[in-house]
């Protein structure tokens, strides 16, 4: 399989990981139904998203020299999306998120099932467990297509790809835990607030969403210590970017197009680096009207309206901006001085471009 373009590899990618998810569950064909509806949710999670893991990585192996992408790409591609599934069911058990692209989320599709069905013991809890087992297959699976993916390259560049994977995966499970432990800590008004939310941007989504898959592909490609120092350089920004967008998203984001609730990330009490410079911007009473509807699951449309005016209001909505402005303009210097093929510096600012001005 060759391909050659970004556009290109997201198609291969989408069926890939589709595939992937039967070619690789074949060997328990013998359990029967009980496959089909583990799998159902993944399959529903997998046909949407737009890949850009994958193009990262795509764009990663073209700054490596090559001209086109190949079945490399695509498998590590599917690796990627195969990993971001994961995390999505785990970060929706996590934060109690009933809805993920419009759809229930994995661990609401599984107590559904049980209510459904009238099956013993509690719905919720059921729907808890097979989530989480759920997300462990996929991590499984992701393991797997990125083997695939090292057998049609030279040893030395499959190494340093499982290098770069396994640090991706560890460093994703670390950031999960400051995220969780930020939400449960006593609120602090000197400034820790925004250090700990950007630490948590960071390890959590920046270095996996956007730096390690293009670093990833360079690696796969053959690339050099200098290059992926340099694509490192525009990756990490960028990705913090992408997040703090993604950030700005969850609280003013259309439901139409994002797929889940407006403010949904107040109701999960989200301590991104958006509502610690609110906190920072608002006098105590406004600070505690705030930090008092920040994780509150019955938040309705009119206190979510209520945040989001004290949000704009306070100046914080403008600062965040900046602050992605700034990453941003960072990435794209890097990306100026890196020494790349001009069709993969292309092909990255495109993608800075779709990962900092989107709307979902």
């Known amino acids: 399989m060759r391909t050659s373009t970004l ?16 070619e690789h569950t074949a ?3 013998e359990v029967g139904a009980p496959v089909e509806e583990f799998l159902h949710p993944a399959r529903e999670l997998l046909s949407g998203g ?5 193009q990262l990585c795509a764009a990663g192996w073209l700054a490596a020299g090559h001209d ?3 079945e490399a790409v695509v498998l590590a591609g599917s690796a990627l999306e195969l ?14 998120s009933a809805t993920r692209r419009g759809l229930p989320a994995a661990h609401r599709r599984f107590a559904g099932d049980h209510t459904a069905n009238a099956w013993l013991g509690d719905a919720d809890s059921y729907g808890t467990a097979a989530a989480i087992v759920l997300g462990d297959l996929l991590l499984a699976l992701s393991a797997m297509e990125l083997e695939r993916a090292r057998d049609l390259v030279p040893p030395a560049a499959g190494r340093r790809a499982r290098e770069i994977y396994d640090v991706m995966t560890a460093e994703v499970a670390l950031g999960q835990y400051l995220d969780i432990r930020s939400q449960d800590l006593p609120w602090r008004d000197d400034g820790e607030e925004l250090t700990r939310a950007l630490q948590v941007v960071r390890h959590k989504s920046a270095r996996y969403s956007v730096e390690h898959p293009l670093v990833l592909g360079a690696a796969l490609g053959g690339g050099d210590d200098d290059l992926l120092a340099a694509l490192s350089a525009v990756g990490l920004p960028l990705g913090e970017a992408f997040q703090l967008r993604d950030d700005e998203l969850g609280v003013f984001g259309d439901p139409a197009v994002t797929g889940k609730p407006a403010g949904d990330d107040l109701r999960e009490g989200k301590r991104t680096a958006l509502v610690a410079l609110t906190a920072a911007r608002v006098d105590a009473t406004d600070r505690a009207d705030l930090r008092g509807r920040l994780g509150r699951a019955d938040l309705g449309p009119a206190e979510v ?11 914080a909505l403008a600062e965040h901006g900046r602050l992605v402005e700034e990453r941003y303009g960072a990435a794209l210097r890097a990306l100026a001085e890196a020494h790349l093929p ?4 292309a092909a990255i600012a495109g993608l800075a471009e779709a990962l900092t001005r989107r709307d979902a």
């Open 7 to 22: 556009t290109d590899v997201r198609d291969h990618v989408s069926a890939r990981a589709l595939a992937a998810l039967g």
């Open 27 to 29: 060997r328990f064909a």
């Open 50 to 54: 737009k890949r850009l893991r994958a």
């Open 68 to 70: 086109r992408t190949s």
């Open 83 to 96: 990993f971001q599934a994961t995390a999505l069911v785990h970060d929706d058990v996590m934060d109690g």
């Open 305 to 315: 309206r209520r945040v989001q005016d004290l949000i704009v209001a306070s100046g």
């Open 342 to 345: 001009e069709h993969a510096r």
